[in-house]
Nanobody, 122 residues
Framework: QVQLVESGGGLVQAGGSLRLSCAAS????????MGWFRQAPGKEREFVAAISWSGGSKNYADSVKGRFTISRDNAKNTVYLQMNSLKPEDTAVYYC???????????????WGQGTQVTVSS
């Protein structure tokens, strides 16, 4: 069992940056692959990025490649999403997720956080 709490969302102008954090409870954090998803108003939740338990493998949605970076600190039970060159279309609620493997967390995560709002103004 793992509980996830996101933070770091907010309002930013287009071209700006934000860093989201996701703090996980439990002593088995390092066994989980972690991911980020987002859901914009009126749209389905979509995959953003994922990272393996070791941090050695990472996946990104095409829409964020080159702008977003996922990372993790297993000593702090935390996963991050650094978002640069933000665009208005990045506006969404961002959710942290956990799963057994990078493939699992990218498609069918077992655990979700409550979400944090990111709003990018033009």
């Amino acid at each position: 069992q793992v509980q996830l709490v996101e933070s770091g969302g907010g309002l930013v102008q287009a071209g700006g940056s934000l860093r989201l954090s996701c703090a996980a409870s439990g002593r088995t954090f390092s066994r989980y692959a972690m991911g980020w998803f987002r859901q914009a108003p009126g749209k389905e939740r979509e995959f953003v990025a994922a990272i393996s338990w070791s941090g050695g493998s990472k996946n990104y949605a095409d829409s964020v490649k080159g702008r977003f970076t996922i990372s993790r600190d297993n000593a702090k039970n935390t996963v991050y999403l650094q978002m640069n060159s933000l665009k208005p279309e990045d506006t969404a609620v961002y959710y942290c997720a956990a799963g057994g493997t990078i493939v699992t967390v990218s498609n069918h995560p077992g655990y979700w956080g409550q979400g944090t709002q990111v709003t990018v103004s033009s």
